[in-house]
């Protein structure tokens, strides 16, 4: 028998995934087609999908497991709200590569029994449904990591974090989209297509988690896992007006993912939630550290989730001290991330337990550089045999960050130890720029009024463009240095506030491109969300979301959602 060509491994993907939507039921509604549809597909489910399907998947993740755990919803009823969404989620932005319905409602019937029989819940998710990016291993299921050579890889046993989420009382029943190679800032691979921004058609929804950042824009879930090395959950967070975590690496386990370059450890990717609310974080974070994952996974810290007020106030102190940057010194931010972050400060220095701090970047442009290098120190063969071991065509951001990359080089094993030691070298530099902030020592010799977070753009404007998302700059910066940033949603973009800067002169070429794709057309962004992103030093990912909280509570004008 010959060997099936890329185009007809992809057309079995998608009939399979196609027919795991046909088999939801009750069936889901058809939607007209895709030129009726306006740009902005957010509230298109609301009108094919019946009152109390729309309100359970409206609500947050922590009012969910209370009226689970309470009874005022069934395990049964809020799944099939949720696989329905999500298969209309699937029709308006192409992020799902396959339901679960069977085994999702068998689950659920199981949750409700036990509810009925023990009178409690049976953990802290108990009846929650939750989608997962495809990567993350699912005992039985396919594990293609976005190439169609891996197409028929499966994993014989469920990770370890799903494991944990399945013992609080989780049920899984979606699977989303990401990209060909998995590195890069947009979700476009040759198996499934392109996923979209359903705030915006014409633009990215973020990636490699974006799947999963278009499914929870559009309510097809409340709470979803993704992974992050170079900005992965915080960009499809950003881009669909989403709360995301990039918690600190070896807090929450990655044993059963699937990617190249497995073993590498120059640059540590993590797995972390994306959520429609913030306390959605913290009911992921808090419930797979309670499961004590380091008792499996040894390289994890045994560090419990520390949310009592004497941590807090310990690591904050009296006074909240945000240092902001405006721009990282390599590519100006577009008009409307430096709008948002305007309207942040504004209202935090009203606030009198806020101290604001000017931050000057330290180097960023030298932190890519470094990370770059050690991004592919085989030279990207994994990912070059992978892509073409099907014959599958190069995605244009595939290209661009192996190809037209002019770091990208295979490194003996001196230049690796070399570019680590630089790695080291530069996390002990911007640690000092850190500690410099301080304004004094206790008697102990702690270092006392330093900043406690810094507020900061998740990218160089709000989602770009199918095929445009090329500066990680944003991101990459706290991925090399290990440093836990939590996003969340400001604004929306308005071409009335928001307006080309005509006399700007770019500083570079990285400049001159973000600046191009702003200047060529800012009504190609008409409502796209617009986020920032608050990064504390490694270890304090509570802390981050705490301050989150603190930064949250004013009302911000023109919100997401």
Request: proline share 7%.
């Amino acid at each position: 028998m010959s060997k099936p060509t890329w185009q007809e491994i992809a057309k079995v993907a998608q009939n399979h995934r196609d027919d795991t939507i046909r088999r939801v039921e009750p069936p889901i509604p058809e939607i007209p087609g895709p030129h009726l549809l306006p740009l902005d597909r957010t509230d298109v489910p609301k009108y094919l999908l019946p009152t109390e399907e729309i309100v359970i998947t409206q609500t947050a993740p922590e009012d969910l497991v209370a009226s689970l755990a309470s009874g005022r919803y069934t395990s049964t009823a809020v799944t099939i709200a949720f696989l329905r969404r999500a298969g209309l989620a699937q029709a308006l932005a192409n992020c799902i590569t396959e339901l679960l319905p069977e085994r999702a409602i068998a689950r659920a019937k199981f949750l409700d029994e036990y509810l009925s029989k023990h009178g409690k819940p049976i953990g802290p998710l108990h009846g929650l449904p939750i989608s997962v990016k495809e990567h993350l291993g699912m005992k039985g299921l396919g594990l293609n990591a976005g190439f169609v050579s891996w197409w028929d890889h499966k994993r014989e046993d469920d990770a370890l974090v799903l494991k944990i989420l399945w013992s609080a009382g989780c049920v899984f029943y979606a699977r989303t989209t990401q990209p060909q190679t998995l590195m890069h800032l947009e979700t476009s691979n040759n198996l499934y297509g392109v996923t979209v921004n359903p705030f915006n058609t014409q633009l990215t929804s973020g990636g490699s988690s974006g799947g999963e950042g278009a499914l929870i824009a559009l309510r097809g879930s409340c709470l979803g896992l993704g992974t992050d090395i170079g900005g992965s959950i915080r960009s499809p967070s950003a881009n669909c007006g989403l709360y995301g975590l990039r918690p600190s690496s070896y807090r929450i386990p990655c044993g059963g993912m699937s990617a190249t370059m497995g073993g590498q450890e120059q640059i540590v990717p993590v797995l972390g939630p994306l959520s429609t609310s913030l306390d959605g974080v913290k009911l992921f974070m808090k419930t797979v550290i309670n499961g004590k994952p380091w008792l499996h996974e040894p390289s994890l810290v045994p560090i419990p989730w520390r949310d009592q007020e004497s941590y807090l106030k310990k690591a904050s102190g009296n006074k909240l001290k945000v240092g902001v940057i405006w721009h990282d010194g390599v590519v100006k931010p577009h008009p409307p991330v430096l709008r948002a972050l305007q309207e942040v400060v504004d209202k935090l220095k009203d606030m009198s337990s806020v101290e604001i701090v000017e931050w000057k970047p330290y180097k960023h442009d030298e932190a890519w550089t470094i990370i770059s290098n050690l991004y592919f120190c085989d030279g990207g063969q994994e990912e070059i045999e992978a892509i073409e071991a099907s014959g599958e065509p190069w995605r244009p951001l595939s290209k661009f960050i192996l190809k037209e990359n002019p770091i990208v080089k295979k490194l003996t094993v001196e230049e690796i130890w070399r570019w680590t030691m630089k790695r080291e070298g530069y996390k002990t530099e911007y640690a000092k720029v850190w500690n410099d902030t301080a304004t004094g020592t206790s008697g102990a010799g702690e270092l006392e009024g330093m900043v406690d977070v810094i507020l900061c753009p998740v990218g160089p404007g709000a989602a770009p463009p199918l095929d445009c998302a090329r500066y990680w700059g944003y991101t990459t910066q706290w991925n090399l240095l290990d440093y836990p940033a939590l996003v969340f949603p400001v604004t929306k973009v308005d071409s009335t506030k928001d307006v080309v800067e005509q006399d700007y002169r770019p500083m570079n070429e990285k400049d001159e491109y973000n600046h191009q794709l702003w200047k060529s057309g800012p009504e190609k962004y008409k409502g796209a969300p617009v986020s920032l992103q608050l990064v504390g030093r490694r270890y304090e990912d509570e802390k981050v979301r705490r301050v989150t909280l603190s930064v949250y509570r004013y009302p911000v004008a023109n919100g997401v959602r």
